[in-house]
């Protein structure tokens, strides 16, 4: 699939602001692959799809959790962990997407996860500075991006795992243990 049939693919999905986000999303994460020797085509399609499911309906996210027996630890956490999984299940298996590397990196852009590829990495953190998102640290982050992927990924988990502990809300373990294996 090249880049344009993939667009097309998901603006059919997800049109307006959030389909504006994933064409920046794609940008970043391209500069990022081309800075730190990751494959072009394959960060292509991980950031084209890397939200195709965002939109969709709480109730049809759990659906696909619970049919395609994603990872059940998902129900007893925040929905917005849900939309990276289940669009890896369905690029998967409706778009004929069969790159380990690329269905992962869909799978974990939100909560990352111990051991992260290359590509993961910069799918995850092509979507934490993608030029129009702003919170509190992203001028940090934005620069430690030029010099060094995993000093950024490390900043960018932990103001992720802050922001959650300021608002009292649930840490995905999988978060937690991107976390740990980034400052281990
Ligand atoms: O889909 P996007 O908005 O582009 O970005 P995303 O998929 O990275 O989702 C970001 C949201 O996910 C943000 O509000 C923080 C939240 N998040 C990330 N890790 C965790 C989490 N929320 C909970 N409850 N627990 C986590 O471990
Ligand atoms: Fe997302
Ligand atoms: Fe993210
Ligand atoms: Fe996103």
């Given at each position: ?102 269905i992962n990196a869909i799978r974990y ?7 992260m590829s290359l590509l993961e990495k ?63």
């Amino acid at each position: 699939m090249d880049r344009e049939e993939a667009l097309q693919i998901v603006k059919q999905r997800i049109s307006g602001p959030r389909f504006d986000h994933t064409v920046r999303v794609l940008k970043t994460a391209l500069d990022l692959a081309v800075q730190y020797g990751a494959d072009e085509k394959k960060t292509e399609i991980a950031a084209i799809f890397h939200d195709y499911a965002k939109l969709q309906p709480i109730s049809e996210l759990k659906k696909v959790i619970l049919e395609k027996k994603l990872d059940s630890r998902l129900l007893d956490y925040h929905s917005e962990l849900w939309h990276g999984p289940v669009a890896a299940s369905i690029v998967q298996e409706e778009m004929g997407v069969h790159d380990k590397d690329v269905i992962n990196a869909i799978r974990y852009h939100t909560t990352g996860r111990a051991g992260m590829s290359l590509l993961e990495k910069i799918i995850y953190l092509a979507d934490y500075i993608e030029p129009g998102r702003q919170f509190p640290g992203l001028d940090e982050v934005r620069a430690l991006a030029k010099t060094d992927l995993d000093l950024a990924l490390t900043k960018a988990i932990g103001n992720t795992m802050k922001f959650l502990i300021d608002q009292s809300a649930q840490i995905f373990p999988d978060t937690l243990e991107a976390y740990n294996d980034m400052v281990k």
